[in-house]
Each structure stands twice: as structure tokens, then as C-alpha cells.
């Protein structure tokens, strides 16, 4: 019997880190499953080059989709026209989406429409916050996936009790950990030699890592400021390196704000060079969701700039502490966390390296 093929939908760089392992897991099922990679190119990431898939040990996309930027309706619009194009031509079995971009939602939408069942990795995550474009995503695909692969206790919950049937959730673990752990690996084997983190790096024994994107963070002065000012303080005890996204740098210097001679700026870093500099951080800052369940995977302290969470393994069981944007708290927990006194946290169940193997095996049984 000819292989049955797959749709592995991504629509941004951090997309590719969860699709890796589902490639590679595909890979060794190749007698029951084929797959066409699928780039919907809603971000352009000039990062993205043929080194890029090299690290990550999977292909370049079959299709690029060339959505481009534009307002959420205009970028959902032309992933669905381009998309559903795509699928009349070549009728995948299944469509796979990951995370919550609005490539999810928009692949989603049109594969459903055409009769094609869809799989969501890393779903029934919520925060609760429906001021986030990524709620909405989440929200939506979920309402019509056909099966929904999660990663921690609180998806698993959250889809049975929107009414999901129990046998198409499925807790498999995370592929993002699958990524970090292997990709951890290929760098104690051959660390990278040259690269802007590198030198500062070499010149700290001793440092924490900033990563701040979300709007609510960095498009309000008065909340940018103040995060500004806990950095400030935390860089008295431990030089931080921040590696500033490009809107974020625009409001540093468009609402005239000083982080101090003790946090470094450098440009956006490649997969690798970023993981080889927060693998070994004394603390990591963000208000990332993905780095959140990163620094868990590994052990890193993490402090979560953020009010809450769709992933709340991280708190309850990992190393994160949400702290918010207040100054006080976020100053707070970073001098625990340096005295010694913050959280240990652990690894949560499934989070083993096995997440992707497991997904595969249940869309064998389900498709062949």
C-alpha cells in the first residue's frame, strides 16, 4: 500500500523547531507516512537559510506559500487563498499545524473546509487572556481539529472539558523539547566557534539572557520602563545579554530608555548561537512562551515577564516564576534565584525526547 502523505504546516521560524522532530520521526515511518513541508512564509527570517535546516537535520519546505506580513486579517487571508490552492492540487490525508501562529488558524480553517482532517501538536494550551492573538488561534483550531497531541497536564484538561471526545487527546509529551534536547546535543559535539554571543559569553563566568517581544511589554512606555528599571537593578548583581527583536529596539529608542553599562544589546541570533548562549545562563528573563518550557526542559531558572501563562507545567512543576512587569517582583525573584534560593523545578512527564515518535505512532494507526 502506497504511503499515506502529510501536510507539516509552519508559518515562522519557531514553527520549524517543533516540525524537526516530527520530520525526523517520519522519517523512520516512511513505509506508512510521507510528508510535504509546507512554509507559509508569514514571517520572513532572513535567518532561514540552508545552514538553518541543516542544524535542525530536516529538508527545505516543499511549498513556500509567500504570505507575507500585513494586519492579522490580511495574513490569515492569504495563507488560506494560497493554502487551499495547495490542498486542491495535491489532497494531503492530513494536515499537521503546531503552536498558535495564524498560520495554524488559517491552515486549519481551509483543511477542515475541504474535508481534510487536521492534527494539532501542542494543543488545549490556554491563558485565559483573550487580548492575545494566540488565544484566539488556539481557541479556533482546536474547535475543529480531528486530533490533539498535548503537552502537559493542563491541555489534556482543558480540551475534555470543552468537550473534546477523550480518545483524540492524545499527552505525548512536547516536541519543542525534543528539539532543544537534540539540538543541545549537537552542540556539546561541535560548539559554534565564531558568532556575535561568543565573546561575551567567554568574557562572563556568570551572566542571565533578556528576550522581550510581547506588545504589552515593550509597546507601552510606562510598562517598558518599568521592566527597564528591574533589568537595570538585576545587572548590578549579574551582567545580562539581551538580544533585542527589531520592534522592541525601536521602542527603546523611540521612548528614550537606558537599560545601564550592565546589559548588553546585540542583534537577533540564529537557533544555535542563541541556545549555546541561555543554555548556560544563570537566569533567563523573557516574556517568550516557547522559552519558557526551554529553560524547564534544561534546568534554567526562568522569570516570566508576563502576568500569566498557557503553560502552567512550567510554574508548577518547572523552573519558571511568573513575576509580571512589576519592578519589585521581578527584582525579587532574580536575588533568589541568585542566592541560591529559587526554584529547583524539574522535568515534567513525557518531556523525554520522545514526543514526536509517540505522535507519529498514533497517526500511523489513525491513517493507515
Not at 488560506?80 to 490542498?87: G, H, I, N
Request: hydrophobic share 40%.
Amino acid at each position: 500500500m502506497a504511503a499515506r502523505m502529510l501536510y507539516l504546516v509552519a508559518g515562522a521560524r519557531p514553527n520549524f523547531m517543533k516540525l524537526a522532530p516530527m520530520v525526523r520521526a517520519l522519517d523512520r515511518r516512511r513505509d506508512v507516512l510521507s510528508y510535504r513541508i509546507v512554509h507559509t512564509g508569514q514571517h520572513y527570517d532572513r535567518e532561514m537559510s540552508d545552514v538553518f535546516f541543516e542544524e535542525l537535520g530536516i529538508p527545505k519546505p516543499d511549498h513556500h506559500l509567500g504570505a507575507g506580513g500585513g494586519s492579522h486579517a490580511q495574513q490569515t487571508a492569504k495563507v488560506m487563498v494560497a493554502f487551499e490552492e495547495l490542498c486542491q492540487a495535491e489532497r494531503p490525508a492530513a494536515v499537521v499545524v503546531v503552536g498558535d501562529v495564524n498560520s495554524t488558524l488559517a491552515c486549519s480553517i481551509v483543511a477542515k473546509k475541504l474535508g481534510i482532517p487536521v492534527a494539532h501538536v501542542e494543543a488545549g494550551l490556554r491563558s485565559g487572556d483573550m487580548a492575545m492573538p494566540e488565544e484566539i488561534n488556539r481557541l479556533v483550531t482546536d474547535a475543529i481539529s480531528d486530533w490533539f497531541f498535548v503537552t502537559e497536564p493542563s491541555g489534556e484538561a482543558n480540551l475534555l472539558k470543552e468537550g473534546k471526545r477523550p480518545e483524540t487527546v492524545h499527552y505525548v509529551g512536547h516536541v519543542m523539547v525534543d528539539n532543544v534536547l537534540h539540538q543541545r546535543e549537537a552542540l556539546l559535539r561541535a560548539p559554534p566557534t565564531e558568532g556575535a554571543s561568543l565573546p561575551f559569553k567567554q568574557a562572563h563566568e556568570a551572566y542571565g539572557v533578556v528576550t522581550l517581544h510581547r506588545p504589552s511589554n515593550v509597546d507601552d512606555p510606562v510598562v517598558f520602563t518599568r521592566i527597564a528599571a528591574a533589568l537595570r537593578d538585576v545587572s548590578e548583581s549579574l551582567p545580562l545579554v539581551f538580544p533585542v527583536h527589531p520592534r522592541t529596539r525601536n521602542n527603546l529608542e523611540k521612548f528614550g530608555i537606558d537599560l545601564g553599562p550592565q546589559v548588553t544589546l546585540m542583534p537577533p541570533l540564529a537557533y544555535m548561537e542563541f541556545l549555546n548562549l541561555w543554555k548556560d545562563a544563570a537566569l533567563v528573563l523573557t516574556d517568550s512562551g516557547g522559552l519558557q518550557e526551554e529553560t524547564t526542559a534544561l534546568g534554567v531558572p526562568c522569570i516570566t515577564l508576563r502576568e500569566n501563562t498557557e503553560r502552567p507545567v512550567t510554574v508548577t512543576e518547572g523552573t519558571n516564576v511568573l513575576a509580571g512587569s512589576d519592578r519589585d517582583v521581578i527584582v525579587a525573584s532574580a536575588r533568589r534565584v541568585l542566592a541560591g534560593d529559587g526554584k529547583q523545578g524539574r522535568r515534567p512527564y513525557l518531556w523525554d525526547g520522545h514526543a514526536a515518535d509517540r505522535t507519529v505512532e498514533i497517526l500511523v494507526r489513525a491513517l493507515a
